[in-house]
């Protein structure tokens, strides 16, 4: 595991501003892509469950990515990888919008999913050396900005989605935006020089796991907002064309929105009531959407899933990072393993049980998740 060296000559604001930027054109990719999934299913004529099966090409390739990320980042540092990996990330997006059949979705889902961990270990361990200059906890922030560029990323594809403009024109405008902010970027990221190495996987403790469950059963719940939000609304509510994105930006606008306030929420009530009423929150929010199937109880019911899901995953890292066990950097790596495992794995659940039930089964298994992050935190000693 490497070292971050403590030399930055540019003020901490502007390193703030430099990893900000960086998490902002990552949740622009991914919201990108997932705002268009129903248009792709679409395109190459595919079942719920064939879906299903294709999207799980992404925890594939981040699967792919573990050993990989954790090997090179202690010979390159994460400002290397993070730059490589982001150019990889948003290539492989636009590789999405011109996929022609199956395989070559799956393909590009591969390489989508694995450039994804690669530049979510980076960008994290670049918001680590930010919070330390800083000495008090700010990655909620970040991650609010991450959610931000979703909400724009879903408001643009609502837009593309509108007006009948195909994912290749769409996203090549966005892997532009990428690459030129990301040159632009580079020089403010802090340069970290790998000081030592050690193994590529270290075994997180107890108290780690439970916190990377709790993170698990929340990011099931994001991811399938990200992947079938869209598709919900379309099969299930019956939006008009224009609408169908709806439910989707409704999330995400309040997980932006909670992420920018969670610091201070919990600080105000604690971390335990945090995430319980988090969970709940997510929980009743998406049995609205399956009980009453119409456009505004459902965006009602996405909205309160995004304010649900948005403190989860900041305050689960915060958190990690106090371990007494392990350095901030390698807790935080070890609990985001695990919480990301179930934003990939989520979604391709949810495909194969929409299959062989429907799509409304499928999104009531969700809010049993948000149930989980409840129960999870109540038994956590946090």
């Known amino acids: 595991m490497k070292a971050i060296t403590p030399t930055y000559n540019f003020p901490r604001t502007t390193l703030r501003i430099a990893v900000g930027v960086m998490f902002f054109m990552t949740g622009l990719c991914f919201a990108s892509w997932a705002s268009r999934i129903a248009t792709i299913q679409q395109n190459l004529n595919l079942s719920d469950a064939a879906l299903g099966g294709v999207l799980f090409a992404l925890p594939v390739g981040l699967m792919c990515s573990l050993p990989f990320s954790g090997w090179i980042i202690t010979r390159i540092g994460s400002r290397n990888l993070l730059i490589a990996a982001l150019t990889v990330y948003a290539v492989s997006l636009l590789s999405l919008g011109i996929a022609q059949n199956t395989i070559q979705l799956i393909a590009c889902l591969l390489v989508f999913g694995f450039s994804s961990n690669a530049v979510n270990i980076s960008v994290n361990t670049q918001a680590i050396a930010a919070e ?7 990655l909620a922030s970040f991650h609010g900005l991450w959610s931000l560029a979703g909400f724009t990323g879903a ?16 996203f090549s405008l966005i892997m532009a935006i990428v690459i030129v902010t990301v040159i632009f970027t580079t020089r403010y990221l802090k340069n970290d020089k790998p000081a030592s190495t050690g193994p590529v ?7 780690l796991i439970k916190l990377g469950l709790i993170a698990f059963c929340s990011m099931i719940c994001e991811g399938a907002m990200f992947d079938w939000s869209v598709i919900y609304f379309k099969k299930i509510i ?8 709806a439910g989707y930006t409704a999330f995400m606008f309040t997980m932006a929105t909670g992420r920018f306030i969670a610091d201070k929420f919990s ?5 335990k009531r945090t995430l319980q009423i988090s969970g709940m929150l997510t929980a009743t929010g998406l049995i609205i959407a399956v009980a009453f199937p119409y456009l505004y109880t459902a965006i009602f019911g996405f909205l309160l899933v995004g304010f649900g899901v948005s403190s989860v995953v900041p305050l689960v890292y915060s958190a990690a990072g ?3 066990t392990m350095s901030p950097g390698v807790a ?6 695990i919480a990301f495992m179930g934003f990939l794995v989520g979604p391709p659940v949810i495909g194969f049980i929409a299959g062989i039930a429907s799509l409304k089964a499928s999104f009531m298994l969700i809010a049993a998740m948000g149930i989980c992050v409840t129960v999870f935190s109540t038994k956590a000693k946090i």
């Open 267 to 271: 600080h105000r009530f604690g971390l």
């Open 238 to 245: 019956l939006a008009q064309n224009a609408l169908m994105g």
């Open 332 to 337: 935080i790596a070890a609990v985001s393993t």
């Open 201 to 207: 996987f270290v075994m997180p403790d107890n108290s």
């Open 322 to 324: 106090k371990s007494t």
């Open 132 to 138: 330390e200059l800083y000495q008090r906890p700010i």
């Open 155 to 170: 408001a643009i594809g609502t837009f593309m989605i509108g007006n009948h403009v195909i994912p290749f024109k769409h």
